[in-house]
């Protein structure tokens, strides 16, 4: 496996995976039916503009790494209650 796919399938650094593999398995399932698959796409783009806006929230701040680790994160959506997308 390549490195930057090695890379994109670590869950400490995309935080996402989730998101993402629910669209890649429903275009499977739908035979490449984007239509059938909005929900899971918007799911993925909200996750995605949560996670990016929490990370340039700690650069600003001067918090290392900018972007949570698995662990991290699973605290931040505790302390939220609910799941922010």
Do not use: H, Q
């Amino acid at each position: 496996m390549p490195v930057v796919v090695k890379r994109l399938r670590d869950p400490d650094v995309n935080p996402c995976l989730p998101e993402s593999d629910a669209s890649t398995r429903c275009m499977d399932e739908n035979n490449y039916d984007k239509k059938m698959c909005t929900t899971c796409f918007l799911k993925y783009k909200n996750c995605r503009k949560f996670w990016n806006a929490i990370m340039v929230e700690r650069r600003r701040n001067g918090v290392k790494p900018p972007m949570p680790t698995a662990a991290e994160r699973e605290k931040i959506l505790g302390a939220m209650g609910k799941m922010p997308y």
